[in-house]
């Protein structure tokens, strides 16, 4: 008796929960946003070479602090000029038979510098590259106010799933009722570098697109 009453409870359960599945109606909404970036990103550098290790760091050290400089004399703040790499390598000879022989040392030290106005950039670039700099790895545009633009999208994305729920809705000859769940899918991506570059070449930042995609589920009332 007991085990026949438990299986009762156990379907009914069941069927409840189908049937409240069945009154669901879930839908993805999409929006975004264009904005053009605000921010730029270099990487520069200097390489230098040595018959000694020292001897390649005291040449390495001496143009890198007038690229310093240079870069901080257009008005970068320190805050936003930082150390991404620095390497010694020991450089040999193998091009022979035999043993490699040790030619010397090259070291790299680079910069990863953020200029917030994009209008200085060139400027930038010519008075680090004048001051020594002989290494560039690339360039990106960012956008700085990236999370509260994307939270714009969000915005639009559920007035955009809230839209659709509500056409597929009436034409089943319900209502909505209380969101069941929501879903962010994906992430932004991001800003893709530009290839290495020398200075005094143009280069347009454009616009940079912040898109979002949530899926949401709604009750249907009658």
Partial sequence: MLRALLCTILLAAALSAAQAADRLVTVTGE???SVPPDTAVI???VT???RTAREASEANAQKMTAVLAAIKGTGVADKDVQTSRLSLQPQYDTGKGGPARLLGFQVTNQLT???RDIGNMPNVLDKAIA???NEMSGIEFVVSQQSKLLDQARDDAIADAH???GLYAAAAGSKLGHVVSITEEGAPLPPRPIAA???AVPVAPGEQTLRAVVT???DLTP
């Fill in 163 to 165: 839209r659709k729920a």
């Fill in 216 to 218: 949401v589920s709604y």
């Fill in 131 to 133: 001051a020594g700099a």
């Fill in 197 to 199: 570059m020398r200075a």
């Fill in 31 to 33: 929006a975004s946003v």
């Fill in 113 to 115: 510098v953020q200029i």
């Fill in 43 to 45: 990487r520069v550098g």
């Fill in 48 to 50: 230098s070479q040595g």
